[in-house]
């Protein structure tokens, strides 16, 4: 049925803000919704007159925003991390409470299986000392254990781990990747990059993951967990940044269960590419719920992992990060896929790994220059005026990390100084190069909580106190817009979402107040009390 033959609904609001640009109405108070769009915004006087006979649903007190887009966050990796151990350090705020937490974990399993734990942070949970296959031994030394850092780039897995994945003092690095050692040079039980995404990672795994995947039903009823926390968050559409078969098998068995309950943008995976060029598939492909997003590739590691690619070393150390990928293999991967018209969606945090992420990009563009895909840098950093000269002319779309500095910034400084720290996730400086920015959390590395980015984004301060990098500040309406326009942007789709406007979908949330009249340090105390998505109540307080 078209839009124009469905029944229309008004919802009514104390403030509506629709984020329409310049010359559009900024502040209504009702939106005319047929089906799962919106065909009219503007004051309810006038709507009750044009829809004489539409029945009203009245949203409340308080401001109703489109609903947040989250450019890149890891909604199946967050499914499969609820069927394991949560170590965050909210619930993990010293080590001994870490090593209660795996042996109670250890006892509700049964013999066999693997202890799968996540979001371990070894600043805030154990000091700064990173865990090593000796304190998983004594912990839990009767079954295979494998914890996963909070930055999700490598983990810590014990003895009986590292026999199940055939890994001795002998065995070579991985391409990409690193075992971690001991100062005799035996295995410390640490795997970085490659060495975590093969034991673990389907989506990247370049033999078959050593740990056993959940069942269906648990990783679905994982996927409605998260799924029902990003809704209470205002969340309605998400990028999942690393898909491969399996997550996107899980994907779409939600959406035929109608069990998908935010809309999906999915990012898939490097090594599935060719697959994706051979049949022709396009970005774009999929429904409004579930679609594809573009290719998801790696330069380096992460900026929480201490493993990102700079050109100056960390604080105190000859340590330049890590690379992931060649120079001809990446430019290789821009050239297909650029070619084929799909977006590049490339994880590049230091500033070495984003300028040859530049590099491959410029050079895919010259041998297609027809193409216009507008192609992502994923997180994007740590850069410098050049680069950001750079990404602007190719028409990039650059999506750092909102919640990092409120979120990481205490931990961060003694690696990478008050003065980077500064420079880092420059939305100040990007947006001010008139680039198009995305809001994104990350999450499980860094909190999904839209207007925990956003408060971030807006005073750049640390849990703490702390300012790193007043200069990045911006305001609150830009960094609603990250997650708004920027974000549909950054997935092709600033035509439907990020406005609440004639023929953009009827997706919203409802808050407490306006942030636009909020000051900026009490931006994440605002309660969401509704979110909408096609025009139907997903959740309410």
Not at 335 to 363: F, K, P, Q, T, W
């Amino acid at each position: 049925m078209a839009v124009n033959d469905m029944p229309v609904r008004l919802l009514r609001c104390e403030r509506i803000r629709t984020m329409a640009p310049a010359g559009a109405p900024q502040v209504v108070d009702a939106l005319a919704v047929a089906g799962e769009r919106i065909v009219a915004a503007g004051p309810l006087t006038e709507l009750r007159e044009r829809f004489a006979a539409a029945p009203e649903v009245d949203l409340g007190g308080g401001c109703a925003l489109p609903g947040f887009v989250d450019a890149h966050l890891h909604l199946t990796m967050a499914a499969r991390d609820a069927v394991g151990t949560d170590l965050s350090a909210d619930v993990t705020a010293s080590t001994d409470r870490l090593a209660e937490r795996l042996r109670a974990a250890d006892a509700a399993l049964p013999p066999g299986a693997w202890l799968r734990a996540s979001r371990y942070d070894h600043v805030r949970t154990t000091g700064g000392r990173v865990l090593n296959r000796h304190d998983l031994d004594r912990w839990v030394p009767d079954r295979p254990v494998l914890v996963v850092h909070v930055g999700a780039h490598w983990g810590v897995v014990n003895s009986a781990a590292l026999a199940a994945a055939g890994l001795t003092d002998a065995s070579p690095d991985p391409l990409g990747g690193s075992l971690g050692r001991d100062g005799s040079g035996r295995l410390n039980g640490v795997l970085y990059e490659q060495a975590l995404f093969d034991l673990a990672y389907p989506s990247l795994a370049r033999r078959p993951p050593v740990v056993p995947p959940p069942g269906e039903e648990e990783l679905l009823a994982g996927l409605e967990d998260a799924s029902a926390k990003f809704l209470a968050a205002g969340i309605t559409s998400v990028g999942d940044a690393m898909v491969g078969p399996d997550e996107l098998r899980l994907l779409q068995t939600a959406r035929a269960r109608d069990r998908l309950r935010q809309r999906v943008t999915a990012l898939i995976t490097y090594p599935h590419a060719d697959h994706l060029i051979a049949a022709g598939v396009q970005d774009g492909f999929g429904d409004d719920w579930l679609r594809l997003g573009g290719v998801k590739a790696f330069v380096d590691g992460a900026v929480a992992g201490l493993t990102c690619w700079l050109s100056e070393p960390f604080n105190g150390t000859d340590d330049h990060g890590m690379p992931v990928v060649t120079r001809q293999e990446l430019t290789d991967l821009a050239v297909r896929v650029h070619s084929a018209g799909l977006r590049l969606a490339v994880h590049a945090n230091g500033d070495r790994a984003v300028s040859l992420l530049l590099d491959a990009i410029e050079h895919a563009r010259r041998l297609r220059p027809d193409i216009a895909t507008r192609h992502r840098i994923e997180h994007c950093s740590v850069v410098d005026e050049a680069l950001v000269a750079r990404i602007a002319a190719l028409d990039l779309i650059p999506v750092p990390f909102a919640g990092y500095v409120a979120f990481h910034g205490d931990a961060l400084v003694e690696a990478y100084g008050e003065e980077r720290l500064g420079r880092m996730f420059a939305h100040r400086q990007l947006l001010d190069a008139g680039i198009t920015v995305a809001g994104s959390s990350d999450y499980p590395c860094g909190p999904y909580e839209p207007l925990s980015g956003v408060k971030s984004c807006a005073t750049r301060r640390t849990r703490k106190g702390r300012v790193l990098g007043e200069h990045q500040r911006i305001s609150t309406g830009e960094a609603l817009a990250l997650f708004g326009t920027g974000a549909a942007a950054a997935a092709g789709e600033e035509r439907r979402k990020g406005r609440l406007a004639p023929g953009y979908l009827a997706d919203l949330v409802v808050l407490g107040a306006d942030p636009f009249q909020v000051p900026p340090d009490e931006l994440d105390q605002i309660p969401v009390t509704q979110t909408w998505v096609g025009g139907v109540p997903v959740w309410t307080t």
